[in-house]
């Protein structure tokens, strides 16, 4: 149980919390001095979480009316007043660009971004009165380099730190401070989420990229973890340390490829980076 449940304590919401980097930010950070609340839009999960101790509620960011309804719960719960929101719910969408319908990227983007996003404006107001307070957006890697067969999540992480850095400058001045945090390979349930989403939403068989899908298919399916996947531990100490410090770091980079891939992009021009990205693609 956390050491202090009371409104007195600092208010911590957390979204995407069923299982992976969402679940262990709310465990670890229930051992601290800081007040947890969880997120996750299966109901199962809700009392999954409620009944070892986090108190959870139930918030889909792809509904508009949940995230309101959300929101509602949580100004009863924390009296209007909020210090830290971890925005960690997400899903990635694979397939090429060209197989890729306008229903499947938007619900790509309403999870992703505009309910984020929405969340976001709704609770913005539980901080703003009080001059300090901090928002945490979990992005990724591919916030800020693509891989091919992840369009749409490439986009949806983009829009992400696009948004974050334009209300941290329109926030300069408010006691907010907002940082992206950006994993590279973590231990999770994404690549599972992800190949269900490929099923659903990509006609392989029609495909021009159908002999690609093999190995994108193989890669979504296989156990064995990709080269330098760190536990989802590695994200929490940076979500500990955007949390505690006097002034926490706009980014963090979590995991070798992610520092290795932004010095790249920063020293190899665009058509030497695309090389660079097509060489060392896994499909």
């Known amino acids: ?42 109901p199962d999960d809700v009392s999954e979480l409620n009944a070892i101790g986090i108190e959870t509620i139930e918030l889909d960011l792809a509904s508009s009316k949940s995230v309101q309804n959300g929101v509602k719960q949580l100004a009863e719960l924390t009296e209007n007043r909020i210090y830290g929101l971890i ?15 306008r229903e499947s990227l938007r619900q790509q983007f309403e999870t992703n971004v505009f309910g984020t996003q929405q969340l976001t404006n709704l609770i913005l107001p539980m901080m703003l009165p009080y001059n300090e307070g901090r928002i945490i957006q979990i992005s990724s890697i591919l916030g800020f380099i693509c891989l091919k067969f992840r369009g749409a999540y490439n986009a949806s992480k983009f829009a992400l730190e696009g948004l974050t850095d334009t209300m941290r400058l329109e926030h300069a001045n408010s006691g907010l401070q907002f940082s992206l945090v950006e994993p590279g390979p973590i231990t999770s349930n994404f690549r599972n989420n992800a ?6 939403n990509i006609d392989v068989k029609n495909s021009v990229f159908q ?20 536990p989802a531990d590695a994200v929490y100490d940076a979500v500990l340390h955007a ?31 695309d090389r660079f990205l097509l060489a060392n693609s896994d499909n």
């Open 1 to 42: 149980m956390p050491r202090d449940s009371s409104l007195n304590s600092k208010n911590i919401f957390i979204t995407g919390c069923s299982t992976g980097i969402g679940r262990c930010i709310a465990e670890r950070l229930r051992e601290t001095e800081f007040r947890v609340i969880a997120s996750c839009r299966n």
């Open 87 to 101: 925005n960690n719910g997400a899903y990635g969408q694979p397939g090429a660009m060209l197989d890729l319908s």
């Open 195 to 200: 190949y269900q989403m490929f099923k659903q």
């Open 211 to 230: 002999s690609s899908y093999a190995r994108v298919d193989d890669r979504l399916k296989q156990s064995e973890e990709a080269r330098f996947t760190l």
């Open 243 to 273: 949390l505690t410090k006097p002034k926490a770091k706009i980014r963090y980079r979590v995991t070798t490829p992610t520092k290795v891939m932004m010095v790249l992009k920063r020293l190899l021009t665009d058509r030497m980076m």
